[in-house]
C-alpha cells in the first residue's frame, strides 16, 4: 500500500511538473530572437568543446534554465534536418507527401520526443535530489549536441552520395561522445559522486529508454 502511494506521489508530481514545462518552454519560444539566439548557440557548441563537462555541468545545476533557449534552437536545428533529409531521400511529389503526412509529422518529431522520453526516464530514476524536467530536458539536449552536429553534416549525402564515407564515421564518433556526455549529464543531475555507484542506475535508464523506444516503434516513430 506505502508503495502505492509513492507511485501515485510521483505520477502527480510528474504530471504538475509536465505542465509547467510546457507553459515555461511555450513562453521562451514566445522569446525567442533567431538571429541572436542562433549565435548565442553556435557559441555555446564552442564552448562545449573547450569544456564540455564545465557546460554541462552549469546547465545540470542551473535552476533558472537560462540555457533553455538554446536547447531549443538546437532541437529545432535538429528537427529541421530531419525533415530536409526525409523529403531528400524519399523523393516524395507533392501528391505522395500529402498521402504520407502522417509519415513525415511522425519522422520529423521523433527526435524531441527521443529527448523528452529520454528525460522522463531519468527524472524518474532521480528521487533524491530533484531538477525540474526543464532542467534535465536542457541538460540532455545539450548531451546530444554531437549527435546534432552529425546530423547537420550528413546533409552533405544529399549533395554527393559517396559523402556517406566521410558523414558515416563522423556520425558514429558522435554517437560515442554523446553517451558519454549522456552518461555525465545523468550523473550530475541524480547528483551521484561515484560512478561506481551511478553506472548500475544508468544501466536501468539505458535499458528503460530502450524498451520505450521499441514500444513507440510499433507506432513507426524511431526516436
Known sequence: ???NKEQNINTEELKKETVEAVKEVKETI???DIKNDAKAATGFIASMFKDPFGAIKEIAKDSNNKHLKTAIIFIAVWTIVVFIKAL???HWSFDALFKNILSLIKTIIAPALGIIVYSVIVYAM???NKKSIVTVITAITTAK???IVAAVVSLLTIFSASAYKLTNPFASLCSVISIVLTYFSAKIICGEEQNSKFF?????IEAIYYVAYILISFLEIYI
Not at 200 to 204: A, H
Open 126 to 128: 532521480n528521487k533524491e
Open 30 to 32: 514566445k522569446n525567442v
Open 200 to 204: 548500475k542506475k544508468f544501466v536501468i
Open 1 to 3: 500500500m506505502e508503495e
Open 88 to 90: 531528400s531521400i524519399k
Open 145 to 147: 549536441i554531437p549527435v
